[in-house]
């Protein structure tokens, strides 16, 4: 595992074309992560992804790049990065800023560049500036980045009271069919041995949902979750249980999603925690539930994991896949401890909307959003920045599936789940006048949703 660098960075200033009397606003808001920690005497290239305003040619469209920083060996940071314009085509921003002269802080700080069409011709000219009220923010965005591996492994190492889960949802763009896959690993809080179970539910457009489960079981040895007939690794999942077969297979080329505060899930440092391994999996292969066979090729989905001592007291779950890579994750939950089951839901959130993961802080955002959690409507609500987020979730009664199940100790929870529920989703930016709409997404009957309660 290599040890790299995370940041975001805001330029802002103005760009001319040719000919042009006067200035048009370019702003761009870049997401920086290095293979490994930078050093003021060597060059470490990092990727960059984000979003630019150029106005008359780009109006927040996705970037993807470089940024090479050089201090002492090149003395310059030099970025470079190309975007699809409101045009359709493709165009190609290039500057560096110069680390040399008295003016150290203006050179650390101004950004020039030029903008090239797809021939290499020149489109303008622009100069940037780090705006210095976002300082603050932008110190505190620097975190250390971890290339995680492994993510798929067995977690538990033999101590009691734990649970581990593997599940995977996924929607069938043929059909309109929904999938819920779920393994879990149970540690009883006695020390008694563990054992698997879980459950295959199909949502289909034109009938109830159909379940069936599996286990408990004794497990078998090694690095992810066997027993019996039904195994779930890395990329592969496959069953054989009484009333169902499966076999599939997903692939995703984009980074983890982690819903909680990275060192939550790394270090364990809540009660429970949940990530997504491949928050846009895109599933292939072949499911048989009673006498219905779903052939699926390239399903939308995604595979996530739990770890922990067990579930919340309750909780309220939403997976958005909101295409073109964009995601949404919502776990929102109420803890078990002694003194804590009388709090307000707290809703964890991760946006990912053109390659960048927001909130920046996730914890701070949950302790200042609210969730009302119920059956069939529930929503959340957070802000970040000058962000809002409004998610409002719908899991009508006919398609859904109510699973009991128990905790290590062997308290009793009931899960309510549907593959096919509805979900409206705002992002708003604070204006002068008030909250302005910046994207607004309907999914209906595609949205992944889930209401945990205890009898």
Known sequence: MSTGLEFTEAMVGTWRKPGDTGDRLFRFDARVETPTLLSPFGTVVGDLTGTLIAEGLASGTPIMGTLEVSPLRNRRLHYSFTTVADDGHRYRFDGWKTIRGVHLLRAWTTLPGTLYDEDGDVVGTAITRFPYRTTPSFIAGFRLRHDDTGLEDRRWAGRPGR??????????????????????????????????????????????????????????????????????????RSGNVEGATWKLTYKDDRPPLYTFPHAAWRHELLPSAQIVPAPTAAFRGTVTVGGRVLELEAAPGAAARIYGHGNAERWGWLHADLGDGDVLEVVAAVSRRPGLRRLPPLPFVRLRLDTVDQPRFGLLAALGGSAHLGLPDWDVTVRFGSRRLRVRVSQPADRCVAVEYHDP???????????????????????????????????????????????
Do not use: K, M
């Open 163 to 236: 649970i581990e889960v593997w599940y995977d949802t996924l929607t069938d763009p043929r059909t309109g069919t929904g999938l819920w896959l779920h393994h879990e690993l149970c540690a009883p809080s006695d020390g008694s041995a563990p054992s698997g179970y879980g459950w295959l539910a199909l949502f289909p457009p034109d009938g109830s949902p159909e379940l069936v489960r599996f286990g408990p079981a004794p497990l078998d040895q090694g690095q992810w979750f066997a027993t019996g007939d039904v195994v779930a690794e890395p990329g592969h």
């Open 409 to 455: 100790d062997g308290s009793p929870a009931i899960c309510t789940n549907s593959e096919r529920a509805d979900a409206d989703i705002v992002l708003e930016h604070r204006a002068a006048g008030g909250w302005v709409v910046e994207r607004h997404w309907t999914l209906a009957g595609t949205a992944h949703a889930e209401i945990g309660t205890r009898p």
